[in-house]
């Protein structure tokens, strides 16, 4: 189904599993990337009411790819607008990666809402996390062989000036050869082995790579270190953290300065990369989900 969260954008959303249960908010883990179908096997729909959506400009949400009223308090607005239609009071809230972010800044702002939250993967969208992301000191000291792909296109940048140079790039007439670029350089940084570059330079991968950095560009539309300077609104929410120790683009540090900024957090660490659809990490998160749905 759809809901009309502003004048011109769309939001696709179901409701899924047991409406007698305590429902679930999924909040997907990239700014483009929209849920999926492997993102359900995480929930047992007897037992567990979840509610999916696609966040504005992706996938299945309309318009596909708008970047005009979309910022990270406009998604938040959202998320509120989908309790509100769905005649939700409160709710869990599951997911992580770049979009930890999204979900602690909804809870910062609506913690009377929140009933528990699993983080996995965090991310506290600060300066220093990307330019781990994206420098020749940090990152590309694990795949070297990805980021000297990257390196080449913009000559031994760093950080935010790789970002600001990219973006301009991406309205070239070859822009959708630079999408690829940066999509093939995330991609291997989200598994273990090696990734398998798709070869081809389409608009999805534009489509992507533009509403990324749009939002790096941006700094996600907040302040620097806006999370934990708002930690005390949230302290008393009961927040299961998740962090994979081989993580390298979401590294593990600042999901242990998160946990030790929380009265009510855990932490586990587990040996795996970045990607939630490994074997070992499955069944991990589909017992967080059964504990604290339950508990």
């Known amino acids: 189904m759809y809901i009309k969260v502003s004048e011109i954008h769309n939001i696709y959303i ?10 679930i908010l999924f909040v997907h883990w ?33 318009p596909f790819g708008e970047l005009i009223d979309n910022n990270t308090f406009e998604l938040v607005s959202d998320i509120e607008k989908i309790r509100k239609f769905l005649g939700i009071d409160k709710w869990i809230i599951f997911w992580g990666s770049w979009w930890t972010t999204l979900s602690l800044i909804y809870a910062i702002n609506f913690p009377d ?29 694990f795949y070297p062989e990805s980021f000297d792909i990257l390196n080449d296109f913009f000559e031994n940048k760093i950080g935010k000036e790789i970002i600001k140079d990219y973006v301009d790039k991406l309205e070239w007439i070859d822009a959708k050869k630079y999408a690829k670029i940066w999509n093939d350089y995330e991609f291997s940084l989200a598994r273990l082995e090696w990734y398998k570059k798709n070869n081809s330079e389409n608009d999805i991968n534009l489509a992507l790579a533009k509403i990324e950095t749009y939002y790096f560009i941006n700094n996600l539309f907040i302040e620097e270190d806006y999370i934990l300077n708002n930690i005390s609104k949230i302290k008393n ?14 590294p593990p540090l600042y999901a242990w300065k998160l946990h030790k900024e929380l009265k009510n957090s855990t932490i586990k660490f587990i040996l795996a990369w970045h990607s939630p659809y490994e074997e070992n990490i499955f069944e991990e998160l589909k017992n967080e989900v059964e504990k604290i749905s339950f508990s």
């Open 113 to 141: 809402r929140i009933i528990s939250m699993i983080l996995r993967w965090v991310f506290l969208w600060t300066q220093k996390e990307l330019n781990w992301f994206v420098s020749k000191d940090w990152a590309a000291n």
């Open 237 to 250: 929410i009961n927040i299961s953290i998740i962090q994979w120790r081989y993580d390298i683009l979401c």
């Open 14 to 23: 179901e409701d899924l599993g047991n409406p007698k249960w305590i429902p």
């Open 30 to 62: 990239w700014p483009w990337a929209g849920f999926n179908e492997m993102d359900k096997k995480f929930f047992n729909f007897e037992k567990n009411r979840v509610i999916f959506f696609d966040q504005r400009w992706t996938w299945k949400s309309l």
